[in-house]
Every structure is written in C-alpha cells, then in structure tokens.
C-alpha cells in the first residue's frame, strides 16, 4: 500500500515536468541532427558507434520514463479531483486546515457531510493550532418550516405512488440538522477552550433551497460537488405511526463509482479552475442573497 502510493506521487510529481522535459530531448535530438547535417566534423562524430548506442539509451529511458509516468491507468485532467468515498474528503479537510486563515463553505441538508468529515481536522485544531489563526464557516441549510417535495410522503392513490410535503420528516430532518450543529458546536467549544487565541466564526443561514445538491467550497480554492441520492423507505414519527417516505440521502449516491467531483483553483487547466470559480461564486451568490432575505422568525 505504501509503495503504490509513494508510486503515484512519484507519477503526478514527474508527470507535471513531463511535458516540458520531452519537448527538451526533442528539440536537442532536433538541433543535433541538424547540426550534424551543417557541421562535417560533428556529423562524423554523430555517425559513430558511440553515438549510435548513447541514442539507442536515450530511446529506452524515454520509454521506460512514459511508462513510469503514465501507469495503468488513464491520463487524469488536471485539478479535477474524483472521490471515490466521502470519506476520501477528511484528507482534503486536514489539507484545508493547514492554512493561516481557514475559510469552509458548505450547502446541504442537515450538516452530516459536513461534520462527519470536518470533525478530524477540529480535532487536530483543538490539539495543535500548527499557525492557524482563524477558522470562518458558512453554512446554507433549506429551511424546514415550510412545505417541500422533499423529503416527500409517499401513499398510493388511484393505483399510482403519490409524493407530497411530509411535515412529519421534515420534524425528524430537523432532529438531525440540530444534532449536527451540536455537535460542531462542542467541536467549536474544544477549539476555543484550548487555543482561545484561534477565531472561530460560523454562521448557519436557512434559505429556500432543496436538499439536491451538496457543496462544499474549502479556503475559496477547491470546489467539491455532488448530488444526494433519492430512496424509498420508512419511518415510525413519535405517536408510532409509520410513514412511507421519499428521502435524499447524503451518503447513498454511488453511481459512476464516485462520490463527490471536486475543481481545483491552482489546477494547470483552464476548464477546472474556471469550474471552481464558478461553483465558489454561486456559493456566495446565495450567501448574500439569504442574508437579505430571510425566512419568516428568522
């Protein structure tokens, strides 16, 4: 396991100069042969058997170095960042937390993506600052003091599955979102507790929004993007009562064999940083928009 990852890191670190470097040898076998060609004594030089061999190894190392940049697998775009679990996230959390002046924006359901993943980096941050100064969190959150289409009741009529606004999941969903901003409170709480010298800033804003997509935008550099799945189940609300429901589930989607596309700000690619820009933009679109516009009560 080790050795394949230090493998793939030699891979993207040498696949970078790649280009760069092929073009060098191209351009010198170039001009060799050129001059060669202009030069009697340096084409006789050329044309012996020393030359001859030191081409042939110039040839094989070019081949074995392809192959050591290129590997098994598909040449990746640059800055597009494929997560094959959620989980695969915390990585990039850590990596995010490394800077002086944290920044996370996140728009979801109830938070669960969030803290699930955020909470190891908090807890590095409670045990050893290592110079960061401040932490600023935005949240966007759908209100649920209204009707939606999801999550949905579902019930049969006319011999056709109906969906309609389901009050009673939207009591449960809302039963999930405080626990999770609980809990990120008590993760804030240990920050503050330990490193009081470290600001921590986090605003939760509930706007007229669905729970179709989550975004996550860390330090305004990586965007990351997904959309929750859609499944049929149940649940029985406090009287017992069990209700048939349609439910988006943050950790269900596994279509494609990923689980979240992230876009890369600093990527080489034109595409991918213009991709990040544009989800980090849309992200405080909305911020600004619920600030002035708030639900009623809030």
Same mark, same amino acid.
């Given at each position: 396991m080790g050795d394949s990852t230090v493998l793939q890191r030699l891979r993207t670190q040498v696949s970078r100069l790649k280009p760069g470097l092929v073009r060098g040898v191209l351009v010198l076998l170039c001009l060799s042969g050129v001059a060669a060609q202009l030069i009697e004594p340096l084409g006789d030089a050329l044309n012996g058997k020393t030359f001859l061999g030191g081409s042939f190894a110039a040839f094989i190392a070019l081949v074995l170095f392809d192959a050591i940049t290129s590997g098994d697998r598909p040449r990746e775009i640059?800055?597009?960042?494929?997560?094959d679990e959620l989980d695969d996230l915390t990585s990039h959390m850590?990596?995010?937390?490394r800077a002086k002046h944290v920044k996370?924006?996140?728009q979801g359901f109830t938070m669960e993506t969030l803290v699930q993943e955020i909470r190891p980096a908090m807890l590095d941050l409670a045990r050893n600052p290592r110079g960061t100064k401040s932490l600023a969190l935005r949240v966007i959150l759908p209100c649920l003091d209204f009707p939606m289409n999801l999550?949905?009741?579902?019930s049969m009529e006319d011999g056709h599955l109906r969906f309609r606004d389901s009050p009673a999941d939207r009591e449960r969903m809302r039963g999930y979102s405080?626990?999770?901003r609980n809990e990120f409170d008590e993760l804030v709480r240990r920050v503050r507790e330990r490193h009081p010298s470290v600001r921590v800033d986090w605003q939760v804003l509930f706007g007229a929004t669905g729970p179709q997509v989550k975004l996550i935008v860390l330090n305004d550099e990586i965007s990351f993007f997904s959309f929750y799945?859609?499944?049929e189940g149940e649940f029985k609300d406090a009287n017992g009562v069990l209700h048939q429901i349609l439910d988006p589930r943050a950790y269900g989607m596994t279509? &494609? #064999?990923?689980?979240?596309v992230g876009w890369s700000r600093r990527s080489r690619s034109e595409s991918s940083r213009r991709i990040a820009d544009y989800y980090a933009s849309y992200f405080d679109r909305l911020w600004e928009i619920?600030?002035?516009?708030?639900?009623? &009560? #809030?």
């Open positions: 640059s800055g597009v960042i494929v997560l850590r990596e995010a937390f996370i924006d996140f999550p949905s009741e579902l405080e626990r999770y799945d859609l499944v279509d &494609g #064999g990923l689980r979240m619920f600030e002035r516009i708030r639900p009623p &009560g #809030g």
